[in-house]
């Protein structure tokens, strides 16, 4: 029986660099270090940052009051960057920021 264990090293960036989505990505990093070795400069290669996705629950509680709109992206941007910072091993892989489309 084949598994992930048996699969040639060669075949994961071929199939890596063929998945497009961020979050696909991001759980290609949560099977195994091998996987996620492979995955993470493709997942950290392009950033962007658009403020309609507010998962987190600050940005969500400050997005309802009209006042702090525009903080929301910002928040983001400095949550990024303090990541960043703070872990080069992951700020070696960023080769391009996207931009923020729209702040209100």
């Not at 084949?2 to 989505?21: A, G, W």
């Not at 400050?62 to 525009?70: M, V």
């Not at 303090?82 to 892989?93: I, K, N, Y």
Request: hydrophobic share 45%; glycine share 2%.
């Amino acid at each position: 029986m084949t598994t992930f264990n048996n699969l040639p090293l060669e075949l994961l960036p071929v199939i890596v660099q063929n998945v497009v989505n961020p979050e696909s990505l991001a759980s290609f990093c949560l099977v195994n270090k091998t996987f996620c070795g492979f995955t993470r400069p493709f997942l950290y290669h392009t950033i962007a940052i658009f403020p309609w996705n507010q998962k987190e629950k600050v940005i969500d509680l400050l997005s309802q009051d009209p006042k702090y709109a525009l903080l929301a992206p910002l928040l983001k941007i400095i949550k990024l960057f303090r990541t960043l910072s703070s872990r080069p091993e992951l700020a070696q892989h960023v080769r391009r920021l996207g931009e923020v489309l729209s702040i209100r």
